[in-house]
Every structure is written in structure tokens, then in C-alpha cells.
T-cell receptor
Framework: QKEVEQNSGPLSVPEGAIASLNCTYS??????FFWYRQYSGKSPELIMS????GDKEDGRFTAQLNKASQYVSLLIRDSQPSDSATYLC???????????FGAGTRLAVHP | GAGVSQSPSNKVTEKGKDVELRCDPI?????LYWYRQSLGQGLEFLIY????????KSGLPSDRFSAERTGGSVSTLTIQRTQQEDSAVYLC????????????FGPGTRLTVT
């Protein structure tokens, strides 16, 4: 059973701090990883994708992938109250196109 | 450009009735996916279309669930003889299957079976 694991949270950080969200996966064949943000009552919104080991930065967001450790993370710099949402980690396995999602981590940014 | 659209946005139906949910993917996206998200649960894969064919139906929970896609575009998910456990948000996503495999979600259909 291919799995993606996330701490459900809530992760509470003060405004302006760095939020660090983590994800582990069981399928070594997974090649691509994605972070989605989901506000309550809304559908998931893609915020980052990462395909190779290392860091990928986009604005205040940095995704990190370590395939040897089967670990993916998302850093949010200068966290804002508007970042408060559930963050979903998803992996795509080689040969398959469906995404396997973690249960999500709820992030709360307090002023 | 226009994103993924889904209709209806909300559907309330009585147990035992059939329902049809519609998804219109982003123009030019060849791949289309259906997922569902039950209250407080993660996203559960249902079915994947490449063009009009469905090479992966592994997530359909029972034979009451079926889906089709026509013209490589619009897809319909049909649930027959609905049960209360079918209540969930049904999400459709689409993607290009080259360069990246990023999936973009529609707003979802909230199905409530009474």
C-alpha cells in the first residue's frame, strides 16, 4: 500500500515566522511531489511541485525533496494569517498518474 | 484562462436515487481525474482518464460508480442507487501529461445523500 504521511497538526506559528511542513512517503518509485493548500470549504490549490532532490523556491515558499530519506517538506517564510489552511502533500508514482495524498497538516498563523 | 469547472456545486439526493456529476477540464488537458473527499478525510482517488479511455479505475468503491469521458473533454461520474456513505465532496482535476504532471482541481460537487 503506497502511503504518504503527514502530521495532522495543528501547527501554530506566529505571524512573520517560518512554518515548516513535513511529509514522508513509502513508495520509492514516486517521482514527483506536490503541495496543495486547501482552505476550509474550498478545493485544493496547487502551490508547489518538485521532481528532483534539493530545494525549489517560489516566492515565500520553498519545497525540499530528499529521495534517499523519502522525505518532502514545505517551508513558508514570513507566514501570514492568510496562510492559515490545510496543506496537502501528494506523491505521484512512476508508471501511474494518480496522486496519493497525505491527510494534510492544518496550519494556523496567529497575529 | 478558464480553470476546471464542475456542476452542480451542490446536490442533495434521496437514498437510492441515481446522480450524475459533471466535470469540464482545462482546455487542452488530456488527463482527467476524479477524487472524493469525505468530511475530515483525505483525498481518495477514484478514476483516471487519458483521452476517452480509463486506464486506472482502481479507486471506484463499488459497481454503483461509473464514469465516462467523451470527446477527450467533459466527463460524467454517475453514482447509482446512492447510499448515505456516498456523501462527500467529489473533486475533478485535469493535467497535461508532458513536462509536468501537475493536477489542477475544480471547485468540487458537494453530494449529500439523505
Amino acid at each position: 500500500q503506497k502511503e504518504v504521511e503527514q502530521n495532522s497538526g495543528p501547527l501554530s506559528v506566529p505571524e512573520g515566522a517560518i512554518a515548516s511542513l513535513n511529509c514522508t512517503y513509502s513508495d520509492r518509485g514516486s517521482q514527483s511531489f506536490f503541495w496543495y493548500r486547501q482552505y476550509s470549504g474550498k478545493s485544493p490549490e496547487l502551490i508547489m511541485s518538485i521532481y528532483s532532490n534539493g530545494d525549489k523556491e517560489d516566492g515565500r515558499f520553498t519545497a525540499q525533496l530528499n529521495k534517499a530519506s523519502q522525505y518532502v517538506s514545505l517551508l513558508i517564510r514570513d507566514s501570514q494569517p492568510s496562510d492559515s489552511a490545510t496543506y496537502l502533500c501528494a506523491g505521484r508514482s512512476g508508471g501511474y498518474n494518480k496522486l496519493i495524498f497525505g491527510a494534510g497538516t492544518r496550519l494556523a498563523v496567529h497575529p | 484562462g478558464a480553470g476546471v469547472s464542475q456542476s452542480p456545486s451542490n446536490k442533495v439526493t434521496e437514498k437510492g436515487k441515481d446522480v450524475e456529476l459533471r466535470c469540464d477540464p482545462i482546455s487542452g488537458h488530456t488527463a482527467l481525474y476524479w477524487y472524493r473527499q469525505s468530511l475530515g478525510q483525505g483525498l481518495e482517488f477514484l478514476i483516471y482518464f487519458q483521452g476517452n479511455s480509463a486506464p486506472d479505475k482502481s479507486g471506484l468503491p463499488s459497481d454503483r460508480f461509473s464514469a465516462e469521458r467523451t470527446g477527450g473533454s467533459v466527463s460524467t461520474l454517475t453514482i447509482q442507487r446512492t447510499q448515505q456513505e456516498d456523501s462527500a465532496v467529489y473533486l475533478c482535476a485535469s493535467s497535461l501529461l508532458r513536462e509536468s504532471y501537475e493536477q489542477y482541481f475544480g471547485p468540487g460537487t458537494r453530494l449529500t445523500v439523505t
